[in-house]
Every structure is written in C-alpha cells, then in structure tokens.
C-alpha cells in the first residue's frame, strides 16, 4: 500500500504515515474489518524504516483504529469505541487538577440540554429504562451508594433517551469524575426524597414530550444538587478525585 506522505510537513515520519492511514480510515477507503497489510510491506512500499511503521501503527492502535486478534500479528481496521475512548479523558483531567466546579458546570451544560433532548426523541425502551430506574430508587431511598449509582444511571439514560451521541460522548469521563463527590454528598445529607421528586418530575415531562419542563427541572436537580455540595462543607474548588473502582 503505497502512501501519500507529506514529506514538507514539520512532523515526524511516522505522524506523517499515521495521518496518512487515519485519512484513509476516515474516507471509507479503509473499512473496518479489513485486513491491513504487514508491517514490513508498509516499510518497504514507503521507503521507510519498519520501526517508523510500528510507531505509526501504535499509535492508530490508541486511537482505536486498528487492532490486532488475541495472540495473532494480523491488523485489521476497526471502528473506535466511543465509550473506551471517552473514558480515557478521566486520567488527564485527574491529574491537570480538574475541579469539581469544572465538571458540575459541565454537566449544567450537557444534562438539561439532553433532557430537552430526550422530551423529544425518547421511545418506549427509554421510557421503560427511566421508569425502572425510579422504581429501583424507590427501593433504595436508605443506600446511599445504592443512590449515587442510580442517580448516575438515570443521567446516563436521559442521554441515551437524547439520541445524541456527542452529549453521551462527552458525559462519559465527566459522570466518572462526579461518582465520589456526589457520594460524599448523599453520605453526608438527607437528600434522597429531594432526589426523588427530582427524577420523577424529569421523567414525567419526558414522558409527556414536554421539553421545556424537563429541561427546566433538570436545571433545578443540578442547582440543588451544588447547594447541597455546599452544605456539606466540601470545597467546590477543590481537585476531582477518581472514582475508587478506577483508584484501586
């Protein structure tokens, strides 16, 4: 496979042969499943060093682009897991000391949007998946931890019910990151009947197509939700921490 590099471009030779790659990924040129060819072809047909191919290869590898099966030196194309991917932000924001005023102000951001979203496009396995989110909460109204994990839960399904996988996308590191806050939160207030009344009135408006009150009743959990942060004595402007099934 012959490549077009930009040899006036100020990059090294591999960035070069992995721009080239990704161009053809991206095009369709390349789809996913298609066996790559190996290494020392790709060295040879380039006139380029095989470790210079590697490092190409690696680093396509990280993007989710390529793969190779368990045990095997075949490469092939493959689509990037958005999940894996998105998640992979929750290191690098971790150790820029990323606050949690940062991330709540980025959920004030995404969330109400994605329940004005989710008034308009959810079907009926959302509405199914939110209702039984309720009822679990329900269940759970004296387990904190029980709580956090289904308040998360019924977060992440209202940007499924949105339909938009940009807002899913970009929700995935910063949910993460707000796991132990939150949970510090509901340890340390009564909150959970507030939380309640929160989703079910969420829910509703999702449920009657009425986005403009889901949006807005969004806005009032997430308000709430900061007051209570701060009426437990925790600093808003303190570091994210990771979550402790990601710190173990």
Sequence with gaps: MKLNLDNTAELPVFRQLALALQRKILSGELQPGERMPAETA??????????????AIRSLEQQGL???EEGKRKLFVSRPDTEELSRRLVTP???NGVTFEEIWEAIRALD??????????RDVDNLAALEDNIIKTKAAM???DA??????????LIALAANNRVIQSLRLPISDLFYPSFQTVMTSLNASERLLTAHEKILKAIKWGDAAEAKEWMIKHLNDFRKGYELASLDITGPAVLPKAQDD
Excluded at 42 to 55: D, M, P
Excluded at 112 to 121: C, G, K, T
Excluded at 148 to 156: A, G, P, Q, R, Y
Aim: glycine content about 2%.
């Design 42 to 55: 790709l060295a040879s047909e380039n006139g380029i060093h095989r470790s210079t191919v590697r490092e």
């Design 66 to 68: 390529l793969y190779r």
């Design 142 to 144: 004296n387990d904190p």
């Design 147 to 156: 709580l956090v994990k289904l308040d998360i839960e019924f977060h992440e």
């Design 93 to 95: 924001m971790v150790m």
């Design 112 to 121: 109400p949007v994605a329940a004005e979203a989710a008034a308009n496009r």
